[in-house]
T-cell receptor
Framework: NAGVTQTPKFRILKIGQSMTLQCAQD?????MYWYRQDPGMGLKLIYY???????DKGEVPNGYNVSRSTTEDFPLRLELAAPSQTSVYFC??????????????FGPGTRLTVL | AQSVTQLDSQVPVFEEAPVELRCNYS??????LFWYVQYPNQGLQLLLK??????LVKGINGFEAEFNKSQTSFHLRKPSVHISDTAEYFC?????????????FGKGTLLTVNP
């Protein structure tokens, strides 16, 4: 199993550009999450999904959108990039067999810079 | 809402010394607790978790943590650290009922092991 994969690893955007961060998992996990990590701030939840076709906002959803058309994929879209979105983005998933315990598996991250 | 406080943002120690990374959580209801480790430029991986039962939890790489309900703490310990333990450590919590698929993370503790 590849686990949770994310592409790209790095990206530089200009203000106002759009992009999609890709996330895929091959563990048949129902739950998937997007976080952003800023220095000294820990991880903040952007959006999450409890299954295909179901998404909901997390703590910091403004400026982002998600979709979940399949169990495996959970892309995160930035429509109008702003410098405040410079961050490291992590995708995670959790197992339906351990849903109550919420053990999450993380991807390697995407480092995004908006200039 | 759950909150997690990591009391030290940075902990420098010498190789082979013991270390304790402190974590407190806010909720008085039943809670699941986790410690994750993040090595430089990598994603997060699970070190250990407390779900129920014995309050002393053993994890990977010689780490252990003790759940203390009266003090709402879940401190991480290792009796003798190695250079390779240099990383950022995150404490996380989720409630055992209701919206238990969401994790709340602390802001992280950077452990630096010096020779």
């Amino acid at each position: 199993n590849a686990g949770v994969t994310q592409t790209p690893k790095f990206r530089i955007l200009k203000i106002g550009q759009s992009m999609t961060l890709q996330c895929a998992q091959d563990m048949n996990h129902n739950y998937m999450y997007w976080y952003r990590q800023d220095p000294g701030m820990g991880l903040k939840l952007i959006y999450y999904s409890v299954g295909a076709g179901i998404t909901d906002k997390g703590e910091v959803p403004n400026g982002y959108n998600v979709s979940r058309s399949t169990t495996e994929d959970f892309p995160l879209r930035l429509e109008l990039a702003a410098p405040s979105q410079t961050s490291v983005y992590f995708c995670a998933s959790s197992s339906p067999l351990a849903t109550s315990y919420n053990e999450q598996f993380f991807g390697p991250g995407t480092r995004l810079t908006v200039l | 809402a759950q909150s997690v406080t990591q009391l030290d943002s940075q902990v420098p120690v010498f190789e082979e010394a013991p270390v304790e990374l402190r974590c407190n959580y806010s909720s008085s209801v039943s809670v699941y607790l986790f410690w994750y480790v993040q090595y430089p430029n990598q994603g997060l991986q699970l070190l250990l978790k407390y779900l129920s039962g014995s309050t002393l939890v053993k994890g990977i790489n010689g780490f252990e943590a003790e759940f203390n309900k009266s003090q709402t703490s879940f401190h991480l310990r290792k009796p003798s650290v190695h250079i390779s333990d240099t990383a950022e450590y995150f404490c996380a919590a989720s409630n055992s009922g209701g919206s238990n698929y969401k994790l709340t993370f602390g802001k992280g503790t950077l452990l630096t092991v010096n020779p």
